[in-house]
């Protein structure tokens, strides 16, 4: 059978909240060197472009010292690696919808600013890695998003029709991406940006993946 679709899906605060295992790191960090800790609200203003400028945008002052960026680097990436699945949850509908798509020969991928090890390892922890056919991290190409090539190379990978595939985010990094990439985009509301949903050009917005098929069925 040869695929109807290509659906692209961002990771975090796209298809699964890891909102609370991010900022569990983040402030196992900040209390080791020294730095103040934060609410979990804050997710929204820290995360979304990997693990270093999630710290960096909790200090007052940039940290320019190499020597300490790549031992904070380090120390979030290996305690974020072995906590990685303690509360994090696939968004409410995802498992559903993935296997509505599954059986309709849609063939789905991740493209995510998130480390690739780190991405396909949490997608298997949450036994929601089986849906994809390819997982592109930031480390999988020497590009990620917004780059278009972060989406359209992944497109060509799984032998999709870029005609024929959409984006799905929760951020504008994602939005920018699709626009690159020529692709309609959905929004997720209440993402990990700082955005309102009226800043973020979208085609469609949703709140989760409850009844998500019917808006697919639009592009079919």
């Not at 906590?83 to 309709?104: C, M, R, T, Y």
Request: glycine share 6%; proline share 2%.
């Amino acid at each position: 059978m040869t695929q109807i679709y290509t659906i692209l899906f961002d990771l975090d605060g796209t298809i699964v909240n890891t909102a609370p295992d991010l900022m569990a790191a983040h402030n196992h960090v900040m209390k080791k060197f020294g730095h103040e800790e934060k609410e979990m609200s804050d997710i929204k203003s820290l995360a979304g472009k990997g693990a270093w400028v999630m710290m960096q945008r909790s200090f007052k002052k940039e940290i320019k010292d190499e020597k300490i960026k790549k031992e904070m680097t380090k120390e979030f990436i290996d305690y974020y690696a072995k906590n990685i699945d303690k509360h994090s949850q696939p968004l409410k509908g995802s498992v559903e919808f993935f296997n509505w798509a599954k059986n309709k020969n849609i063939t789905m991928g991740v493209c995510t600013n998130k480390q690739e090890k780190l991405a396909i390892d949490l997608l298997k922890k949450l036994d929601i890695y089986k849906y994809f056919e390819y997982v592109a991290g930031c480390d999988t190409f020497s590009f990620n998003k917004p780059d278009p090539r972060h989406l359209t190379d992944v497109v060509e990978i799984i032998g999709g029709d870029l005609k024929k595939t959409i984006m799905i985010g929760d951020s504008e990094v994602d939005a920018n991406s699709a626009h690159n990439a020529n692709l309609p985009f959905v929004l997720v509301k209440d993402g990990y940006t700082e955005k309102t949903e009226k800043e973020i050009k979208h085609d469609e917005l949703i709140n989760d993946f409850v009844g998500f098929e019917k808006i697919i069925e639009k592009y079919l």
